[in-house]
């Protein structure tokens, strides 16, 4: 089989799947982008705290989500439904750390077909024990010899 090559690009990075849709112009495929700040800090154990994760839909054709997951310490609406071509949807993430530990982990859009684009955002958050406290000493010099008043 023969063919001709009528178009060569060299980038010095790898293109994400959204850049390589829309340099191919692949029409009728939906599209995916996540955006919100899903780093939440530390926060006291057994309180809240709130974000907005955006789902997009910047492809030609409407985006069907069939649900969310969300790693431990993080719950939200488990939307599902159709993100029109263009459009956005909003789903608000909380943050309720029950313990003193690092709450880090991936939220992921689950999505119908084969969209282009990114279906994951990161969440990091950690809990912590503040109510009632005066003092704190960190003992981290690292020699085990020397207690530093921070």
């Known amino acids: 089989m023969y063919g001709l090559i009528d178009d060569v690009r060299l980038y010095n990075r790898a293109l994400?799947?959204?850049e390589v849709a829309q340099l191919y112009g692949a029409s009728g495929v939906p599209m995916i982008g996540l955006s919100g700040n899903m780093a939440f800090g530390t926060l006291a154990i057994n309180t809240t705290s709130t974000a907005t994760l955006t789902i997009n839909n910047?492809?030609?054709?409407?985006l069907t989500v069939s649900g969310i997951a969300y790693p431990t310490g993080y719950t939200g609406a488990n939307w599902?439904?159709?993100?029109?071509?263009?459009?956005?949807?909003d789903?608000?993430?909380?943050?309720?750390?029950t313990a003193v530990q690092s709450y880090n982990g991936t939220i992921t859009v689950n999505c119908s077909g084969s969209p282009a684009g990114t279906n994951t955002i990161a969440a990091?958050?950690?809990g912590n024990?503040?109510?009632?406290?005066?003092?704190?000493?960190?003992?981290?010099d690292g020699s085990g010899t020397t207690a530093v008043d921070s």
């Open 91 to 97: 789903v608000t993430v909380t943050f309720a750390p």
């Open 58 to 62: 910047p492809g030609e054709t409407a």
């Open 129 to 140: 024990i503040t109510s009632g406290l005066v003092g704190w000493w960190k003992l981290d």
């Open 16 to 18: 994400s799947p959204t």
């Open 80 to 89: 599902s439904g159709t993100v029109a071509s263009g459009g956005h949807q």
């Open 124 to 126: 990091t958050g950690a």
